[in-house]
């Protein structure tokens, strides 16, 4: 099991939300050693930068995680608190950048536990590891898929026996508690990532990844958001389908095209869908069943679209899909509902 080349990437999992992301609230807690490069750069977004000329008092700077050479027996490590907890399909171990200095093998331990320990605390849990040690290569992608239906809330990186690591992506699928939304008094986001929710398709993401769809808060640039590349064959529309977190009925829906102002779709329309088996793939999403929740309506730039009586039905839904029209770029999508 090692990382396939560049170029080549077919493992599946890549496509699942990352749940250990910085942006969904993943925090690296603690590590064995970080002289060379802090372990918070583990969980940042993109793949890591590479300055030749930039030093620091401790030597070469790097953008990821990296400790010193090690004279003594053992191997480094990290501890790291998943934003989203739920169930881990596979990793993306990132050596990028780091050739003379990565670690020749990896593992990864799993830990659920609830509340928020210290980080010295979980150094002695009983972690299970679910990753086995495996070889790696160096500034590349290690792409590895895991096999366990668990629910995890945190991870621990091992490296042997020591260097430097860019980036760690943790791919799966969130298990939120269940048990909270059901019992919530008002409505909730069924459609919210950090409660279960899944964008399961989309035809095209060139500039805005579909995840960012329904991230938590707010986007901060417009970066941030689900965005589409310019249409040249009209008329069209661009589409998104995302699962609900748990069959609802839908009360309120909010499109936010925050930061986007040259480039914001024209209007937009919301559908609704029940499926009683899983479907996996949307390819044919638009010879499904669909029922207009939000019929096609004008957007504006940089706005937070609320609607409320203008929806049309109400459910249940196990899923919905966003219709842009022709194109552009859309922030977050905000579905309110009741658990049905």
């Known amino acids: 099991?090692?990382?396939?080349?560049?170029?080549?990437?077919?493992?599946?999992?890549?496509?699942?939300?990352?749940?250990?992301?910085?942006?969904?609230?993943?925090?690296?807690?603690?590590?064995?050693?970080e002289f060379f490069a802090g372990k918070e750069n583990l969980l940042k977004p993109g793949r890591g930068v590479f300055i030749p000329d930039k030093y620091t008092e401790q030597g070469k700077w790097m953008d990821g995680w990296e400790s010193r050479r090690k004279r003594v027996p053992g191997h480094d490590w990290c501890i790291l608190k998943l934003g989203l907890p739920g169930v881990i399909r596979g990793v993306d171990i990132d050596t990028n950048h780091f050739l003379g200095n990565f670690p020749e093998y990896a593992s990864v331990d799993a830990l659920e536990v609830e509340g928020s320990p210290s980080p010295e605390s979980l150094v002695d849990a009983a972690w299970t590891r679910i990753l086995p040690q495996?070889?790696?290569?160096?500034?590349?992608?290690?792409?590895?898929?895991?096999?366990?239906?668990?629910?995890?809330?945190?991870?621990?990186?091992?490296?042997?026996?020591d260097g430097g690591v860019a980036r760690l992506r943790v791919h799966g699928e969130v298990r939120p508690d269940l048990a909270r939304l059901t019992r919530e008094k008002g409505a909730v986001d069924l459609a919210a990532a950090e409660n279960g929710g899944t964008v399961v398709a989309c035809n095209d993401a060139f500039f805005?990844?579909?995840?960012?769809?329904?991230?938590?808060?707010?986007a901060a640039?417009?970066?941030?958001?689900?965005?589409?590349?310019?249409?040249?064959?009209?008329?069209?529309?661009?589409?998104?389908?995302?699962?609900?977190?748990?069959?609802?009925?839908?009360?309120r829906v909010e499109v936010d095209t925050a930061f986007y102002k040259?480039?914001?779709?024209?209007?937009?329309?919301?559908?609704?869908?029940y499926l009683r088996e899983p479907l996996v793939d949307f390819a044919n999403a638009?010879?499904?069943?669909?029922?207009?929740?939000?019929?096609?309506?004008?957007?504006?730039?940089?706005?937070?679209?609320?609607?409320?009586?203008?929806?049309?039905?109400?459910?249940?839904?196990?899923?919905?899909?966003?219709?842009?029209?022709?194109?552009?770029?859309?922030?977050?999508?905000?579905?309110?509902?009741?658990?049905?």
């Open 221 to 251: 640039n417009m970066g941030e958001g689900w965005e589409t590349r310019r249409k040249r064959l009209l008329p069209g529309f661009d589409w998104i389908v995302v699962k609900l977190a748990v069959p609802g009925t839908i009360e």
């Open 286 to 340: 638009h010879d499904l069943a669909w029922t207009e929740l939000l019929p096609r309506t004008k957007l504006q730039a940089d706005h937070r679209h609320h609607f409320e009586a203008e929806l049309k039905a109400k459910g249940p839904f196990t899923h919905v899909r966003l219709k842009i029209f022709p194109d552009g770029g859309v922030s977050r999508l905000l579905v309110h509902g009741r658990p049905a």
């Open 134 to 161: 495996l070889k790696l290569q160096g500034g590349t992608r290690n792409l590895f898929a895991i096999a366990d239906e668990r629910r995890w809330t945190h991870l621990r990186l091992n490296i042997y026996p």
């Open 208 to 218: 805005g990844t579909k995840d960012n769809l329904i991230l938590p808060g707010r």
């Open 1 to 33: 099991m090692h990382a396939p080349e560049e170029g080549k990437l077919r493992v599946g999992f890549t496509e699942l939300i990352d749940l250990a992301a910085e942006k969904v609230g993943g925090q690296a807690l603690l590590a064995s050693d």
């Open 262 to 273: 040259g480039n914001f779709p024209e209007s937009a329309s919301l559908e609704g869908l």
